[in-house]
């Protein structure tokens, strides 16, 4: 007898379950007689399905509703890719830099650890970054990944309203990863940090994972943020990012130049 729910009219009868009669049942592209398939509902069989035929045809239909089923899942999956702020250049990307792996793989264990990830400008961050955020997308996590202009201009955006923070900070402290790519073009006023403040610490406090990319090793971010006289904010948050984040250097290349483009090499 079967394990799950459904059963065929003799296993009903040796349950000695109440049923009608079901009626035929024919494989639509062979014509080959089927078992009907029912369970139990307010105490009378009902029939819902059939054992499947096996033939050719009904094979070849399965793998085509398979293939369409999973087609529409990576479509889901793209566009949330994309929601998370994956740019279309970096769609696809994977990485091989091992603390980035090593950080994927322990993820639902990081306990609120993140990176710091420095290198020149070309040396790959966007793109490890991005290949961290398309995976964790994969695997079902909410992640945001943008730089810290975008994100101050998207919390700016929402003063004003009604007070509903899930397209403000809080759309930044919320989300199981935050990548900020690229910190140190923002101007370091007092409003700029205090905003950058808010939402680090709040990931701090929560314990819910950061990942930062800049072209600053930590000491020199403290110093770029705090160099229109906001010191203490500046301090304050590249304080936060030491405890917070594992360092990675990324090696002092920058491929994009390294790809060897002729038009600017003036070959």
């Not at 250049?89 to 950080?103: L, Y």
């Not at 994100?151 to 509903?164: E, F, K, P, V």
């Not at 790519?181 to 819910?208: A, C, H, P």
């Amino acid at each position: 007898m079967r394990e799950n729910a459904f059963f065929t009219p003799r296993e009903a009868r040796e349950r000695g379950l109440e049923f009608e009669e079901p009626a035929p049942i024919a494989c639509r592209w062979c014509g080959k007689p089927l078992t009907p398939l029912g369970t139990e509902l307010l105490g009378q069989v009902r029939w819902l399905m059939s054992e499947p035929c096996g033939c050719d045809e009904e094979k070849a239909e399965r793998e085509r509703v398979e293939r369409m089923q999973r087609a529409e899942q990576e479509r889901n999956v793209a566009e949330k890719v994309t929601a998370a702020g994956v740019a279309r250049k970096f769609a696809n990307v994977r990485t091989s830099i091992p603390e980035i792996g090593d950080f994927l793989f322990e993820f639902d264990r990081h306990g609120g650890n993140g990176l710091y990830i420095s290198g020149i400008v070309g040396s790959g961050k966007t793109h490890a970054v991005s290949a961290l955020a398309r995976a964790l997308v994969y695997e079902g996590h909410s992640v945001v990944l943008t730089n810290t202009l975008a994100m101050l201009d998207s919390i700016q955006a929402t003063y004003g309203r009604d007070g509903n923070q899930s397209g403000g900070v809080g759309r930044f402290t919320r989300c199981d990863l935050l990548i900020l790519d690229d910190m140190g073009k923002e101007s370091g006023n007092g409003w700029v940090l205090t905003t950058m403040f808010q939402v680090i610490n709040t990931r701090y406090e929560n314990m819910r994972p950061i990942v930062v990319t800049s072209q600053y090793t930590l000491p020199a971010l403290a110093k770029r943020l705090g160099r229109a006289g906001e010191k203490e904010s500046a301090e304050a948050i590249a304080s936060r990012l030491y405890e917070m984040c594992g360092i990675v250097t990324l090696l002092g290349i920058d491929h994009r130049k390294s790809e060897g483009k002729p038009w600017l090499s003036g070959a």
